[in-house]
């Protein structure tokens, strides 16, 4: 079966360097780019999958023109090849742009199934797979924590985990799913695979060849950030070094003080 | 006139869910500061109930049954009826819940009504003609706040962002709840739900509960996790968990809270056996107390919490329990 993962270079928030630029962007110089950890849940699931049923994984991500470095640390882990949507025009694009620039850019591959992480470390807007479905007329299958596709049927059984528990959906495929964690942790790239991904194809795309028009995308910038601060900081934290029974009624008149419990 | 429209989810019970409680009275507040017109929107196979106890919370309330989601995922069914109706009634500003319903309807009502979204607002004031939109970034080391480029726009707000709370004045009259027709068909796949598994132990939405009791590694065990169960329970609260304990299978995934879990804002965090990592913060540092129980005091945590106790979990844990229970009688 054939797989396209949507896949966003994110800033390493290890090194909790991130930063607006002065035009109230994010300033995606300031800090190395890693790929989205909700992403490498959907790029484990993919591998998973073509294992038991054979097939291959595309990768597809819009990103700045450096982003080929941090696809490879993806292809590194098994994908097969890459698609790189870069644009001058795409810089600072809201999630609407996002969403149509990337249905633009899988609308013309075959795949049985498109997966994307739940939400990104950077907006954390999560937002974009369900746009990127309802743009190509998908089912959609968000929260999943187990996928199975019958390749025969050409359906896929998702469970989507709920409030209480999962409820199990059945889609024709092709189908866009949205990944958890409960899929599995992601591998390691092997010395092998980073050996391999480095002849790995990633094509580049411009917006103009995606199909959708650029001045559209541009005037199309829905919001903008107006301001920003550091969060209020909180007051010193009280340190209680007492007996378990003390420290509990420490606990509890510190949470009367401030009305929590009655 | 200006209008806003608050989109309902309905809970468990088919009632009004509790998150769309808190965005409807946000939905009223923003209204009167803007002088604009309030609009509830349920869309449900039977939307009665949730509508009946929307309009106590806004003065109107577009219905629309739609019998397709009563055994189908609800979010794209929604969105589609819901963008008919936009395209048709034209309001400005589109407010739904940040939970995982929300989201999924509010990245699809984007693109298929061509709105733009400031998404997980933890605030939303009307200022200078527009919603200017809280937001919090970089796992929470920067506060922002953005506006749309034109008039209109979608937000989804975070749970616990606003205490829900019934307008005052008379009970709703019959006629606040319209019930309406979008015209269109529905052009996008619904996705059936062929079963419901019901886990033990799940509860409500973590997301929205107002006390969580969490644990981390240091609670040891799915034993320890029965303590931290005990501790939710003497407090009324919901149990969370860093990954590092979801990892180790103590606990489901629904109840992780971090980077790639639940962002949480509850009234009062307890972080139990809970280091603090970065990966964790991001997932609730913005909730209004954060106190903790850890062996370590030189643990990331130390650094915001707001009330740190040194000492072994299980013994503070225990005393804790008997003496809520002591104090409930």
Request: with cysteine; charged share 20%.
């Amino acid at each position: 079966m054939q797989i396209v993962v949507l896949v966003k270079p994110v800033p390493d928030t290890a090194t909790g360097g991130e930063r607006l630029g002065p035009d109230n962007r994010l300033d995606r110089a300031a800090v190395p780019a890693v790929v989205n950890a909700n992403d490498e849940y959907a790029i484990e699931a993919a591998l998973k999958l073509v294992e038991a049923h054979g097939g291959e994984i595309s990768l597809v991500a819009m990103a700045p023109p450096n982003a080929p470095e941090t696809l490879r640390k993806a292809l590194a882990m098994g994908a097969h090849r890459g698609v790189h949507v870069t644009d001058q025009v795409l810089t600072g694009a809201d999630a609407l742009s996002t969403a149509r620039v990337l249905a633009a850019a899988v609308r013309d591959l075959e795949f049985d199934l498109l997966l994307a992480g739940a939400d990104t470390s950077d907006g954390g807007m999560g937002v974009v797979p369900a746009g990127v479905a309802a743009l190509l007329r998908l089912p959609y299958l968000s929260y999943a924590a187990r996928i199975e596709p019958d390749p025969d049927a050409g359906t896929v059984r998702v469970r989507r985990i709920s409030a209480t528990g999962f409820d199990v959906l059945e889609a024709p495929m092709p189908a866009l799913v949205v990944c958890t964690q409960a899929l599995g942790e992601p591998r390691y790239p092997s010395l092998k695979g980073i050996m391999a991904a480095r002849s790995k194809e990633i094509a580049t795309k411009s917006l103009a060849e995606t199909g959708v028009d650029g001045v559209g995308v541009e005037a199309a910038a829905t919001n903008r950030v107006l301001g920003s601060e550091p969060p209020p900081t909180r007051p010193p934290t009280q340190v209680v070094r007492e007996t378990a029974p003390d420290a509990a009624k420490r606990i509890i008149t510190f949470l009367e003080e401030r009305r929590i419990v009655q | 006139m200006t209008a806003f429209w608050v989109l309902a989810e309905t809970g468990p019970d088919g009632g009004l869910a509790r998150i769309s409680a808190e965005v409807a009275t946000l939905g009223r507040s923003l209204a009167e500061a803007a002088a604009a017109e309030v609009v509830g929107v349920v869309v449900a196979a039977e939307p009665d109930a949730a509508a009946a106890e929307l309009a106590r919370y806004v003065p109107r309330v577009l219905a629309i049954a739609e019998p397709a989601a009563a055994d189908h995922v609800w979010a794209m069914i929604a969105a589609q009826r819901i963008a008919a109706l936009v395209e048709e009634r034209g309001p400005d500003l589109l407010l739904a819940g940040a939970g995982p319903d929300g989201r999924d309807l509010a990245g699809a009502v984007s693109v298929l009504t061509g709105r733009g979204i400031l998404a997980n607002a933890t605030a939303v004031t009307w200022q200078d003609g527009g919603p200017r939109v809280e937001m919090s970034v970089f796992g929470g080391k920067l506060v922002t706040w953005s506006g749309f480029s034109g008039p209109a726009g979608i937000v989804t707000v975070r749970p616990n962002t606003v205490t829900a709370q019934p307008a005052s004045g008379e009970a709703p009259g019959a006629d606040s709840v319209e019930a309406v027709t979008p015209a269109g068909e529905l052009d996008q796949p619904a996705v059936p739900i062929v079963e419901r598994i019901e886990e033990a132990g799940a509860a409500a939405p973590i997301e929205e509960a107002r006390i969580i009791v969490a644990g981390g590694r240091g609670v040891g065990g799915e034993e320890g996790f029965e303590l931290v169960q005990e501790i939710a329970d003497a407090l009324g609260g919901a149990v969370g968990a860093t990954r590092a304990a979801v990892d180790a299978g103590w606990i489901n995934y629904s109840q992780q809270i971090g980077q790639t879990g639940k962002i949480v804002k509850p009234q009062l965090y307890l972080a139990l056996g809970i280091s603090g990592a970065i990966q964790h913060k991001v997932g609730m540092q913005t909730a209004d107390t954060i106190v903790a129980v850890n062996r370590d005091p030189e643990a990331p945590i130390a650094e915001f919490a707001d009330l740190l106790v040194v000492g072994d979990l299980f013994e503070v844990g225990r005393a804790l329990v008997d003496e809520l229970r002591t104090r409930s009688g």
